[in-house]
């Protein structure tokens, strides 16, 4: 990764981009064997930083948490969470919402509920609108209409 002859060092910012870059330029193509290409290679650019002795942070984490959510690897994302909180890196509101998303397309809402319900009592940041249309949507689409109607009222309310 280093370019010869030049003396400025890539540091976890530039890894973070590029861990996001390929994430992002997958999942534009279209293609399942690009998509899967790419984020193998995300993966292997956060290996890396760990090798090279940098510390992830939560924006390096939440962009290949996102890669994996939106490509349907939960399994890799939830170990990466495990593996942010046991590092001691706090999630966020953004952490979170690719997980609800997620679970809110896959039509597991529950599991969407229930991560949202877990980031507020853990204080990682408050519910907002792109944590709540998510699973609105996915409760009208399932037919839990009026699910929908209180969980939107609920949110309204404060409660």
């Not at 249309?133 to 037919?143: K, M, Q, S, V």
Request: net charge positive; hydrophobic share 40%; with cysteine.
């Amino acid at each position: 990764m280093e370019l010869p002859g030049f003396r400025c060092l890539p540091d976890i910012y530039t890894y973070t981009v590029l861990i996001s870059s390929c994430c992002r330029y997958g999942l534009q193509t279209g293609c399942r064997k690009a998509i899967r290409r790419r984020i193998w290679e995300a993966n292997r650019l956060f290996r890396i930083t760990f090798f090279k002795g940098f510390v992830p942070d939560v924006v390096t984490y939440n962009c290949l948490i996102n890669g994996c959510c939106k490509t349907s690897r939960i399994e890799r994302g939830l170990e990466l969470f495990e593996d942010m909180n046991k590092r001691g890196c706090v999630p966020n509101r953004v952490t979170y919402n690719s997980f609800i998303r997620y679970f809110s397309v896959v039509n597991e809402i529950d599991k969407a509920v229930e991560m949202s319900t877990k980031m507020q009592n853990m204080n990682h940041g408050l519910a907002t609108r792109r944590s709540y249309t998510p699973i609105i949507h996915a409760l009208c689409e399932a037919g839990r209409v009026l699910e929908a109607r209180d969980f939107l009222l609920s949110w309204l309310m404060g409660v």
